[in-house]
């Protein structure tokens, strides 16, 4: 049996994750479940970086996790105010209700 | 086997089935509930890569934090479950399965193919994770971006204070 867990494993496993958040975003119409689809995919990739950062013994990839963690809860802040707006102006928060700026 | 590779397999079988679970869900509540547990078992992950403190940053930060916020503005909305698009059901379906499906492919295909060689975590990767290491190197080579990073944050409130304000027009 396996003793010892090859990184790619854990590459393999994030590009699943990866993969199951964009499904999200493309298929889905509730912005907040859009939203959080995007914070799936964010987190697949922090998985990456400290998969990398672990095996390699280099802590720089574990640094770009705290930055892209704090990016997120940036992205958190003003993404959900602009959902709230939105909820305000068109009484929807289906993003294929929103079509004012579409041509 | 041994308890890292079984704590792997759990953790990785759950992230996966409660992110398949999140995007299925038509209601708001219970797929953020899904994503909460998602991260409990990203940071279950981040204890076999022997990253602790990225580990309990992810429940504080994410699981605590963040999806509260999320929480909070799904009461605000008062939402109901959602009704399936009316524009093209069909077709947006095929398409996400297309393009997800070729994404997929190429990113495990990557994987797979250019073999890394890495097969263990060296010893270090305890130390590297540590709140000591990280917090040495945070505060001495990566001075510049954490400043520059609490300045988006700063930016970033007054963003939403100004977006959520009552009324857009004044």
């Not at chain 1, 990866?18 to 987190?43: D, K, P, Q, W, Y």
């Not at chain 2, 398949?20 to 509930?33: F, K, Q, V």
Request: aromatic content about 10%.
């Amino acid at each position: 049996m396996l003793q010892t867990l090859p990184l790619e494993y854990y590459l393999i496993l994030s590009s699943i994750i990866f993969c199951i958040g964009a499904f999200g975003v493309l298929t889905r119409r509730n912005a907040i479940v859009v939203f959080m689809c995007i914070e799936l995919m964010l987190n697949a990739v922090n998985l990456t970086l400290v998969a990398f950062s672990s095996y390699l013994g280099d802590s720089a990839g574990q640094i770009f996790v705290f930055f892209v963690m704090t990016v997120a809860a940036a992205e958190a802040a003003v993404g959900l105010a602009i959902i709230l707006a939105l909820f305000r102006t068109h009484k929807t928060v289906y993003v294929d209700d929103v079509h004012s700026m579409r041509w | 086997m041994s308890l890292t590779v079984i704590a792997f397999v759990i953790f990785a079988v759950g992230a996966i089935a409660t992110a398949i679970l999140m995007i299925t869900r038509s209601n708001a509540i219970p797929a953020a509930l899904c994503l909460i547990a998602h991260f409990f078992c990203l940071s279950g992950l981040y204890l076999t890569l022997q990253a602790a403190f990225l580990a309990t940053l992810q429940i504080l930060v994410y699981a605590g934090a963040i999806m509260v916020l999320v929480v909070f503005v799904i009461m605000l909305l008062n939402l109901h479950s959602e009704a399936p698009s009316t524009q093209y059901p069909r077709f947006r379906m095929l398409a996400g399965i297309l393009i997800t499906g070729i994404l997929a492919l190429e990113l495990t295909g990557l994987a797979i193919h250019h073999g890394t060689g890495l097969n263990e975590l060296p010893a270090v990767a305890s130390i590297v994770g540590s709140a000591h290491e990280l917090g040495r190197v945070l505060y001495t080579d990566y001075l510049f971006p954490f400043e520059a990073v609490s300045l988006l944050l700063l930016a970033a409130i007054v963003g939403a204070v100004v977006l959520a304000k009552r009324t857009l027009e004044d």
